[in-house]
């Protein structure tokens, strides 16, 4: 199955807005098996929108529209599909009645502008919108051909394309009725490392042909290993997905630090619940990321305590009682981390210093970065690293680096 | 003068990478007074790209291709435009050696395939790349129509398209022959109140015609009030853009925090060194985000001391001596800005407590957040607020708004 995207709106041809929905569409298609050759950006123009559509249907059987369902005079896409199935468009009164239904209940008056919103092309159907006020459109054209259009806003398109529009087309394209991925987060090694250590399950996958195993970059936040099934039903498919992921999780071992959302704090703050343990942090080159990071996690405030960004030198001692000679060694990063356990009242206390440049810092290079890390019952560990990147690269970096190191030894314990 | 964009990667296709590269031309082409009604992703395939080319001709006297110049047999941008052209590819021997003494200098090998990089589509141009080893091309097609091509990295894409491109683009058009700009970045207003604001300056503006005024959106980052001018020598130009901002900046106050690429921590340091003093930071809701901005600026470390992420309530009582009964409070507020003073020896102390959710907290609502200042000679200052937005939106819009609140509590002692 093929299905081209089109994104509507002058303000995406202005770079006013990035387009982040073209890549999520991508992503979520390539793991649906649905190929798609181009995807194309168009302003608010009805009749060149409507030129896009025929001449992207004339190389495939389906396309996405994304955008221009809004309620002002600009938003032309319901037009745009209506001139090209030749039809006019009808006004759903059930849609209508929806749209002042929510209008409502925030208490808002609605203009009448809106009442568009509720207009269909004749002989199409509307997708839900259980979250905004534009529904969207699935419209079949001539020859079998299909349109689908979704809201430019990320979690209504998101939410239509996973429930109504990747469905729709697995059913035209007669595969499987139930597609289940799921995602492993792995951090530490690279793409090529990934694949080596996985070659053989990568290739018994290629013969079998279902699951599926994709390679997604993610950037400082490591690469993701998503595994997908095609199934007559969902159990079937989720049931290839476990026994998948049972046997990668096998040969990944700890580089696997969660699932689908979870991400590297959550990860470390659930091991740290499961000791009942207290986190404090003591930071100096990452200046408050590594905190800022931590309470990304919802509920954080039963664990975390605090950090302390001691970014001058004279803080580390007169705070933390940092005592050693360079503030940039293994020495000080014993004393961060034992000062974090002790001025925070953390149980378990970590700490990350280094030398983030512009310039070297008393003869320590840029990149030069070593971690403590506290834990209960244990001598202070030191890990020292030489690290790549600007200024801001090496601040992520130390901050995911220190928070997987101590996931890492959080899970050693529990072995 | 209108070019469109075409950009080349089947990884853009599967979303393994945002295309952001889009964005940023469509955002300098609107600068530039350059026209582009459409932005078209392909993948790696050379009938694909030609077809996609002739297409885009059959409208436009231009097109810019991003992407597919690098040395594998997947990069087929150089091919493709050859094809079009229905000319052989020629290589030019002043480029490979180019290529060859980069990677001398880098002491590595290089591959044969890299000479590719040295093919120029016959009676094409290539564009210098000072930084990479892919050479932009600026080749004339039938019918005086002219193709570009540029890398997809972006700061090799960025300098080509500002210093090459651009510039032929105007040349092309007849239109005047320097262009320049400036952005002032406000911050605290929303578009409709800013253009309110100088709506006698747009209306003037819009009758001379040169220069003229764009608004960008950034998000919690505010937003940018862009003057451009057009004239036949740069300094023609500048002269424009300054009487300009000189006009907008009487009408828009303290609401500019800084010009082009500076940020609201950049412009907070500044201030802050003008006066001689330091910075020490209490946050709680935002966890060590204000301090993680400001180390951002280079040279952070004479003026910032620190950052004390209280998370935790006792942590707020032990370390900053906080006694309020409740932490979310004015008192909390006025206390922590003065702890953060005392206990990171610092000139300036100030601090955000709130409730970021997702449930309220000692009965204070989710949204509620105080900001302390703390400043030589002055009475403590506090400011409550309520906040919109979810966790992530809040904790990164009270970080601005404090740092904004400093600047402008800076910038009022200087007058």
Same mark, same amino acid.
């Given at each position: 199955m093929r299905c081209e995207v089109l994104a509507i709106g002058t303000e995406l041809l202005l770079g006013q807005i990035v387009d982040t929905n073209g890549a999520w569409i991508g992503e979520q298609f390539a793991a649906s098996g649905i190929d798609s050759y181009e995807h194309r950006v168009i302003g608010d123009n009805q009749?060149?929108?409507?030129?896009?559509?025929?001449?992207?249907f004339s190389r495939s059987d389906a396309v996405l529209v994304c955008g221009g369902l809004g309620p002002t005079q600009d938003d032309l896409t319901r037009d745009a599909i209506a001139e090209l199935m030749g039809v006019p468009l009808v006004r759903h009164d059930d849609l209508a009645e929806q749209i002042a239904?929510?209008?409502? *209940?925030? /208490?808002?008056?609605m203009p009448q502008n809106n009442l568009r919103q509720a207009d269909v092309p004749e002989g199409g159907a509307a997708?839900?919108?259980?979250?905004?006020t534009a529904p969207g459109l699935m419209c079949e054209i001539a020859g079998g051909k299909i349109v689908y259009a979704v809201p430019g806003v990320p979690y209504e398109m998101q939410q239509m394309v996973t429930d109504h529009v990747i469905p729709d087309l697995l059913r035209?394209?007669?595969?499987?009725? *139930?597609? /289940?991925?799921?995602?492993?987060?792995?951090w530490g090694t690279s793409e090529s490392g990934l694949a080596e250590m996985i070659a053989h399950r990568l290739e018994a996958l290629d013969e079998q042909g279902n699951p599926t195993i994709a390679f997604l970059a993610r950037g400082i936040e490591g690469l993701v290993v998503r595994i997908t099934a095609k199934g007559a039903t969902e159990s079937e498919a989720r049931a290839l997905v476990e026994l998948e992921e049972k046997e990668l999780r096998l040969i990944l071992g700890d580089l696997v630090f969660g699932v689908d959302d979870e991400t590297m704090e959550y990860a470390v703050l659930e091991r740290l619940r499961g000791h009942g343990w207290t986190l404090g942090v003591a930071e100096s080159l990452t200046g408050g990321l590594i905190g800022a990071r931590i309470v990304n996690v919802p509920g954080a405030s039963d664990t975390f305590r605090g950090t302390i960004g001691s970014y001058a030198t004279d803080v580390k001692r007169s705070l933390l009682g940092v005592t050693a000679a360079s503030v940039v060694s293994e020495d000080a990063a014993r004393e961060m981390a034992e000062g974090a356990q002790r001025v925070l009242g953390?149980?378990?206390?970590?700490?990350a210093t280094g030398v983030a440049g512009p310039t070297e810092q008393d003869g320590v290079a840029v990149g030069t970065v070593y971690f403590g890390l506290a834990l209960p019952g244990r001598p202070t560990e030191v890990v020292g690293t030489r690290l790549p990147g600007d200024r801001e690269r090496l601040r992520q970096f130390s901050s995911i680096s220190l928070l997987n190191l101590l996931r890492q030894r959080l899970d050693g314990l529990e072995a």
């Open positions: 009749a060149r929108i409507v030129a896009a559509l025929r001449d992207l239904r929510m209008f409502r *209940a925030r /208490v808002r008056d997708i839900p919108n259980p979250i905004g035209r394209s007669g595969e499987a009725a *139930a597609i /289940v991925s799921t995602s492993l987060k792995t953390a149980d378990v206390g970590i700490a």
